[in-house]
């Protein structure tokens, strides 16, 4: 097992995965942060700048099968293999998925 203190979190600059991305820096340990909006990952990189640790970002939307593959192979020969992984990208909606709304959707469908 690699003893690298390396986690790669998905769905970082938002709820679960940013608290998580703060709790690991925190603990001294390396990131790399997904999310679909580059400013808004660029934005994290800046306030988790305090923390003496690595701060890698990419960009990419994994609900597009075309550019996962290529995407996270490149992640991996850049930084290396991480020891955790938090595959946290989604969104959630309290209540009924019957009684979502279609903007709700459309919203977290778009980047
Ligand atoms: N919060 C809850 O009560 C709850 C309950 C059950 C399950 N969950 C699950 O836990 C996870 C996190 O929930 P949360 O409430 O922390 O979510 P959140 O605050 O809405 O954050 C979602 C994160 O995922 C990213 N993201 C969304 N779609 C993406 C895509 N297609 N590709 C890459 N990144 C994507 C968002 O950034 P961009 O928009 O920039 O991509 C954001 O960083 C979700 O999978 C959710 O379904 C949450």
Known sequence: MSKSKLIFI????????RATAFTFAKAGWDLILLARNFKELEKLKNELIGFDVKVNIC????????IIESSISKLLKD??????VLNNAGFAYNGELITMPLKTVAKNHSS
């Open 59 to 66: 960009n990419c939307d994994l609900s597009d099968d075309e």
């Open 79 to 84: 930084f290396g293999c991480p020891s955790v």
């Open 10 to 17: 998905t769905g970082a600059t938002k709820g679960i995965g």
